[in-house]
């Protein structure tokens, strides 16, 4: 009884902490004539309200698809219409057609805030509060600070609450997490279904769906596909395959409406980048400009070979050994990898590799909350943009507190609380010396913290030169880009060298 009156306090912290940041400005307000990401929420409930189905995702002169023009699965259409059905009983003005464009009003914020803060209670928040009851091997108290530190990572708030104040990134992941708490549980059927809803919410989901597909694939090779093996398999394939007709009947009436509706989710001629993205391919663009040097078909290939090279192994591997713990550590690598070498990336994409460090912070502490700290510095230059300073710094130091004081990850930097020790003894085998790399790492973390919170400091503090005017975005991109490929190296060994930690173990007992 104890634990779940601890578990309600903070879910309380957490929501208040949401409606504390969601008071802010949003991103485009009072800005003609796009107005910014609020107005795109809002702009795809008076389009799914008023216009039939099958023109949802086609160019008119009541849809005009250089005006937020809808780019999201059909679930997410589904439920701006569900939004707009509760906007039309409040008040029609905020849907009406055309004539609502940029409508700005206490009362709509106030409704646009109820919606993702009701879609967190109902989806996100049930989903982090049972993921972590359900850990094992860890104390009440531990489960109950891992959610507190859950809820509290800033990098999600700020965009859900803050930037685009209403995008329902809460949703698609809330989706993810009941999907890989189902598989994770034997769960299988219902954790297939919840993913395929993930997918058809935001399509960025796929940087998830390799490590779904290789621990299902895994399992079913496990069972053997002659027998029980066999029968999984059919019944997952039925499950996916059902899903995603239901999700896309309306669009399956007609082959130009299922492609239509494939370009705007799938923009290939937006090239390998937007913006300022903490990634490969934009950090090198500094250097070479290969955006403009390669042709596009040129960039696609290239990215999809370097994106499927770097996720191959930890997928292999999960296929032949599939355990709930690997599942999790893929997911973070596989993820990772989208983001540093697909094809055009969004910053808020480093949410898709956040959601599943979070579920392994009890796992590694240390390492996992300085990954959270640098995927929130990672998108600076976009909260920056939207006025966003206070309430990034007072949510991530609210977050670091958290977790130091839940997680003492001071005292956890070993390299068995690193997981590191079986690759530390394998590599000591060809040199002896080798006993400083947790004391590394250590050091490593003090330069990252140092770095991002001096260019923090110069990016709100000084001026960039006039012929550098982006120099500060840039740098934040580059040091968050050297931060994420180290992860990528550390997340893989993990990953390549747990089955040899495994045996080491068994040896030892």
Same mark, same amino acid.
């Given at each position: 009884?104890?634990?779940?009156?601890?578990?309600?306090?903070?879910?309380?912290?957490?929501?208040?902490?949401?409606?504390?940041?969601?008071?802010?400005?949003?991103?485009?307000?009072?800005?003609?004539?796009?107005?910014?990401?609020?107005?795109?929420?809002?702009?795809?409930?008076?389009?799914?309200?008023?216009?039939?189905?099958?023109?949802?995702?086609?160019?008119?002169?009541?849809?005009?698809?250089?005006?937020?023009?809808?780019?999201?699965?059909?679930?997410?259409?589904?439920?701006?219409?569900?939004?707009?059905?509760?906007?039309?009983?409040?008040?029609?003005?905020?849907?009406?057609?055309?004539?609502?464009?940029?409508?700005?009003?206490?009362?709509?914020?106030?409704?646009?805030?109820?919606?993702?803060?009701?879609?967190?209670?109902?989806?996100?928040?049930?989903?982090?509060?049972?993921?972590?009851?359900?850990?094992?091997?860890?104390?009440?108290?531990?489960?109950?600070?891992?959610?507190?530190?859950?809820?509290?990572?800033?990098?999600?708030?700020?965009?859900?609450?803050?930037?685009?104040?209403?995008?329902?990134?809460?949703?698609?992941?809330?989706?993810?997490?009941?999907?890989?708490?189902?598989?994770?549980?034997?769960?299988?059927?219902?954790?297939?279904?919840?993913?395929?809803?993930?997918?058809?919410?935001?399509?960025?989901?796929?940087?998830?769906?390799?490590?779904?597909?290789?621990?299902?694939?895994?399992?079913?090779?496990?069972?053997?596909?002659?027998?029980?093996?066999?029968?999984?398999?059919?019944?997952?394939?039925?499950?996916?395959?059902?899903?995603?007709?239901?999700?896309?009947?309306?669009?399956?009436?007609?082959?130009?409406?299922?492609?239509?509706?494939?370009?705007?989710?799938?923009?290939?001629?937006?090239?390998?980048?937007?913006?300022?993205?903490?990634?490969?391919?934009?950090?090198?663009?500094?250097?070479?400009?290969?955006?403009?040097?390669?042709?596009?078909?040129?960039?696609?290939?290239?990215?999809?070979?370097?994106?499927?090279?770097?996720?191959?192994?930890?997928?292999?591997?999960?296929?032949?050994?599939?355990?709930?713990?690997?599942?999790?550590? !893929? #997911?973070?690598?596989?993820?990772?990898?989208?983001? =540093? &070498? *697909?094809?055009? %990336?969004?910053?808020? @994409?480093? $949410?898709?590799?956040?959601?599943?460090?979070?579920?392994?912070?009890?796992?590694?502490?240390?390492?996992?909350?300085?990954?959270?700290?640098?995927?929130?510095?990672?998108?600076?230059?976009?909260?920056?943009?939207?006025?966003?300073?206070?309430?990034?710094?007072?949510?991530?130091?609210?977050?670091?507190?958290?977790?130091?004081?839940?997680?003492?990850?001071?005292?956890?930097?070993?390299?068995?609380?690193?997981?590191?020790?079986?690759?530390?003894?394998?590599?000591?085998?060809?040199?002896?010396?080798?006993?400083?790399?947790?004391?590394?790492?250590?050091?490593?973390?003090?330069?990252?913290?140092?770095?991002?919170?001096?260019?923090?400091?110069?990016?709100? !503090? #000084?001026?960039?030169?006039?012929?550098?005017?982006? =120099? &500060? *975005?840039?740098? %934040?991109?580059?040091? @968050?880009? $050297?931060?994420?490929?180290?992860?990528?190296?550390?997340?893989?060994?993990?990953?390549?060298?747990?089955?040899?930690?495994?045996?080491?173990?068994?040896?030892?007992?």
């Amino acid at each position: 009884m104890e634990k779940w009156y601890l578990m309600t306090i903070v879910v309380l912290i957490g929501l208040t902490v949401r409606w504390t940041v969601s008071l802010n400005s949003y991103s485009g307000a009072g800005k003609p004539p796009m107005f910014g990401d609020y107005e795109a929420q809002r702009h795809w409930q008076e389009i799914t309200f008023n216009l039939p189905v099958k023109q949802w995702y086609f160019n008119s002169s009541d849809n005009n698809l250089q005006y937020w023009g809808l780019d999201y699965p059909p679930l997410t259409a589904y439920h701006s219409l569900l939004c707009a059905y509760m906007a039309k009983f409040i008040n029609p003005d905020w849907i009406a057609l055309h004539t609502s464009r940029g409508y700005e009003s206490q009362a709509h914020k106030l409704f646009m805030r109820s919606t993702v803060l009701i879609a967190d209670l109902l989806i996100y928040i049930p989903a982090v509060v049972l993921y972590c009851c359900c850990l094992k091997e860890i104390s009440t108290k531990k489960k109950i600070a891992n959610a507190l530190c859950i809820l509290l990572y800033p990098g999600l708030i700020l965009i859900d609450y803050g930037h685009f104040q209403n995008i329902y990134n809460s949703v698609s992941l809330g989706f993810a997490l009941w999907g890989i708490l189902g598989v994770s549980c034997d769960w299988d059927l219902l954790g297939s279904l919840a993913f395929c809803l993930a997918v058809n919410y935001k399509q960025m989901e796929l940087y998830h769906s390799l490590p779904f597909f290789c621990f299902l694939l895994g399992k079913c090779f496990k069972k053997g596909l002659k027998g029980k093996g066999f029968v999984l398999l059919v019944k997952l394939a039925c499950t996916v395959v059902a899903s995603f007709i239901l999700c896309w009947l309306p669009f399956f009436t007609e082959r130009e409406q299922t492609l239509q509706v494939l370009r705007r989710l799938f923009p290939v001629d937006r090239g390998l980048f937007e913006d300022k993205v903490a990634n490969i391919w934009c950090s090198f663009n500094v250097l070479l400009k290969i955006k403009d040097i390669l042709p596009r078909h040129i960039q696609l290939i290239m990215s999809f070979c370097f994106t499927f090279l770097s996720l191959l192994p930890a997928c292999i591997k999960l296929t032949l050994q599939p355990s709930s713990k690997g599942f999790k550590f !893929t #997911l973070v690598s596989c993820a990772l990898s989208f983001f =540093l &070498f *697909s094809f055009q %990336v969004h910053e808020k @994409s480093i $949410l898709l590799v956040s959601l599943p460090v979070c579920l392994i912070l009890s796992d590694i502490p240390f390492m996992s909350t300085w990954f959270l700290l640098v995927s929130t510095f990672s998108m600076l230059p976009l909260l920056l943009k939207d006025e966003l300073l206070m309430p990034s710094v007072v949510t991530t130091m609210a977050f670091f507190i958290a977790c130091v004081t839940s997680f003492t990850i001071f005292e956890k930097t070993s390299e068995e609380e690193l997981q590191l020790k079986s690759f530390s003894i394998s590599v000591r085998k060809y040199l002896p010396c080798f006993t400083f790399l947790s004391r590394i790492i250590q050091y490593l973390f003090l330069i990252s913290v140092i770095t991002m919170v001096l260019l923090t400091l110069m990016t709100v !503090t #000084l001026n960039p030169p006039q012929k550098l005017p982006d =120099l &500060f *975005s840039v740098l %934040v991109c580059f040091v @968050s880009c $050297l931060n994420f490929l180290f992860f990528l190296v550390y997340f893989n060994i993990i990953i390549m060298w747990d089955s040899k930690n495994r045996r080491n173990q068994k040896k030892i007992s």
